[in-house]
């Protein structure tokens, strides 16, 4: 999870040389993607356990 965080700060440093006037817009999208990004490792991370879990019930 810190991968993925330091990751998203790096793409908005990047970005972030545009100009000070899109920042706070910019600000809002990048919070939104590292929100988006979070949930889908959890689901994935959730998914993966089920369906092994499923694997051990069956046998």
Known sequence: MHIL????????FHVEVGGPT??????????????LAFWLF???LILT?????LRIFKG
Do not use: C
Request: net charge neutral.
């Open 49 to 53: 356990y089920t369906t092994g879990a």
């Open 5 to 12: 965080s330091s990751l998203f700060k790096e793409q908005h």
């Open 42 to 44: 959890m689901i994935s």
């Open 22 to 35: 899109s920042f706070p817009n910019l600000d809002s999208v990048m919070r939104s993607w590292n929100y």
